[in-house]
């Protein structure tokens, strides 16, 4: 049991009881003494909305439910007195019977609560009542990097670089106080507003009590599991390289090493370490001598007669740096595997853009990799940045230079019109058999609010009789598409913008700086900008500039077109958003394989489509659904998108 995959979130912990080491046989027997009578009828029916921690008096309100998974639920909850924000992971008592459930939980709060780092979830108390037993964790609101992999499948290299520095800083730290996580893995590195990562779910991690001690037990993740562990050979500190690897080996070429259709195949793929497919790059592994007497090049093929040859197939796309470190921590012997000091060191790090921070925009759209190699993130006096002058400046002022701000860069390629197929196959699939129709079949538990989309339309207006298409972000970024297919973007902030001209191009420049010929363009932008803040929107007057705002890329509208009863708008990260004259709006991601529904008392909710297929669904989802199968199929028939 762990903490759920999808559902711990993160602000600042105050950790006044997160440091105290704990002996597992206390905490044991601590859960011993839970009473496990029965529970009545009416206390079955939910967790109680006021939460009370005897121990310390604090009193938590419980808000949002975020998700769960193993035995637990993971709710927002809202300490009374501070309203501090915590994740607050709750496990039925009547789910914790046996006595190696209740060793295991001993296992995880003991070894959580005694850690305290940046890169690690914060364990702020647990306490029980007569139903419940309660964890209160720091809460990551950017839920985990298993949601950002699915959105955005391989990330750039300097993003890589990004998320890999702060991943090894948590196991670095993890092995100063000698705990093996063994779960590493996408779902268990979670996300703050920030974007910094923080290390979850120890519901499998083991402190090493004495030098050389190896582990035996079957633990992990299929497609992050060592090979010593599923030999059975022993294991310590190794089996997190090993799980390092494949994160980084996951995050660079966008799916995981050794995946296959199949367990027992995933198995002995990672048994014979053979990884990827496709097009690849044999690279050539130095196997004699320790592997810190040869640093890089043990991992770059200068080898000699007495190499022992191991071919490694690396996806060509990966440039050395990269595709070295990723053979370093993927050996299948754990000597051979560099401790995180080695690896912090490794040339990944020291020859390329290390940034020192990144859009949330990186959630679901790749950064500008035109400023992501050379930008330079340095802090601006607030009273700078936060200035609303520019925007006056950019409504009253005559033309602004006469320059290119940036290079035009094509997008990489789309897929746009796949995106399109594959949701359309996922509706169809869904509806060829009847769902079940009838209300309050799908409650907030069965929702999946990880899945939830980043970036929606919430404002929109159609002057497309003259100008084109404008609409807010639910960010608070403009956009407008024109009647001649270009695109203006204005971020919330008010000043950075992105052009797109009619081959798809992007062009990037501020409301101070851009080319002669856009100017009547920018004034529209600012037009629509200024319309959609009087009479459809709160003004965004408070977003501040942030210190990444110059490499953010945001998805944009790539189509648009209304029906009699509906507004059909596509989003270029694959979102469907479809609104309806009655109030009523579906947001569709291909991606996460899912819907929200937005009902008329503005309820937002979002399932997946694999709980809609097992539970049903009302009526009104139901010929929502449908609507937008029939759309689907119009716009790829007459290749409209």
Known sequence: MGIPRRCTHTQTPSHHNSCVPVRVDGIMDYLKRFKMTSIKEDEKKEIPEIIHDPQTNCTYQRLRFFGKGGFAKCYEIQDIATNQIWAGKIVSKKLMVKSSQKEKMAQEISIHRSLQHKHVVG?????????????????CKRRSMMELHKRRKAITEPEARFYMHQILLGVQYLHSKRIIHRDLKLGN?????????????????ARIEYEGERKQTLCGTPNYIAPEILTKKGHSFEVD??????????????????????????????????????????????????????????????????????????????????????????????????SVDKL?????????????????????????????????????????????????????????????????RAVEPTS????????????????????????????????????????W????????????????????????????????????????????????????????????DLDKKMKLLTYFRRYMTEHLMKAGASVQVRESDGISRLPHLHQWFRTTLAVIMYLTNGTLQINFQDHTKIILCPLMQAVTYIDVEKNFRTFRFSTIEEH???????????????????VLANKLC
Request: glycine share 6%.
């Open 123 to 139: 364990f702020h108390s647990f306490f029980e009542d007569s139903m419940n037993i309660y964890i209160i964790l720091e809460l």
């Open 189 to 205: 590195l979670f996300l703050d507003d920030d974007l910094h990562v923080k290390i979850g779910d120890f519901g499998l991690a």
């Open 241 to 338: 390289i090993w799980s390092l690897g494949c994160i980084m080996y996951t995050l660079l070429v966008g799916k995981p090493p050794f995946e296959t259709s199949t367990l027992k195949d995933t198995y002995k793929r990672i048994k014979q370490c053979e990884y990827s497919e496709g097009v690849q790059l044999a690279m050539t592994v130095c196997c004699t001598g320790p592997w810190h007497s040869l640093g890089s090049r043990y991992a770059r093929a200068l080898v000699d007669d007495n190499t022992v040859n191991q071919r490694y197939r690396i996806p060509s796309s990966l440039r050395k740096p990269a595709a070295s470190m990723i053979v370093l921590q993927l050996q299948s012997n754990p000597a051979r595997r560099p």
């Open 344 to 408: 912090l060191q490794n040339e990944f790090f020291t020859s390329g853009m290390l940034p020192a921070a990144l859009p949330l925009s990186c959630l679901t759209t790749a950064p500008r990799t035109d400023q992501l190699e050379g930008v330079s993130l340095h802090r601006r006096p607030l009273n700078e940045v936060n200035s609303n002058d520019h925007v006056a400046m950019a409504v009253d002022s005559p033309v602004k230079r006469n320059l290119m701000p940036a290079e035009p």
């Open 416 to 455: 746009h019109r796949q995106n399109l197929i594959a949701l359309r196959d996922q509706l169809a699939a869904l509806l060829v058999n009847k769902l079940k129709c009838r209300p309050e079949c799908l409650t907030d538990e069965l929702s999946d609010p990880a899945a939830q989309p980043l970036v």
């Open 457 to 516: 339309v919430g404002k929109w207006v159609d002057y497309s009789d003259k100008y084109g298409f404008g609409y807010q972000l639910c960010d608070e970024s403009v956009g407008v598409m024109f009647n001649d297919t270009t695109k203006l973007i204005m971020l919330a902030n008010g000043l950075n913008v992105h052009y797109i001209n009619r081959q798809g191009q992007e062009q990037y420049m501020t409301m101070r700086e851009y080319p002669q």
């Open 616 to 634: 049903g669904c009302d009526k009104k989802l139901y010929t929502n659904l449908t609507y937008a199968l029939d759309k689907l199929n119009s």
